[in-house]
């Protein structure tokens, strides 16, 4: 039965059901797909774990305009706030 690699395109004779022509072309996939799911899963970590300054700035600046205070007022608020607690 000739069949074609999946990964290099080589005709080959395969004896059963075989996707890949040899054990450098089935290597060759295992890497790719272990390197891509390990980059898919650092990135989706990084991106729970670490979420985005500009929306948090901007969550910031929201709240500073519906309370109808400047940002810098703001900080000032809750650096006072802070220094209470740690009294």
């Known amino acids: 039965m000739t069949r074609k690699c999946k990964w290099c395109g080589k005709e080959f004779q395969a004896k059963h059901k075989s996707l890949y022509c040899s054990m450098d072309c089935r290597n060759a996939v295992n890497r790719k797909r272990s390197r891509d799911y390990h980059r898919r899963k650092y990135k989706e970590a990084k991106a729970i774990s670490q979420p985005e300054p500009n929306k948090m700035l901007n969550e910031k600046i929201a709240e500073a305009n519906r ?4 940002y810098g007022q703001l900080q000032a608020e809750k650096l006072i706030k802070k220094s209470r607690i740690v009294l």
């Open 67 to 70: 309370r109808g205070i400047s």
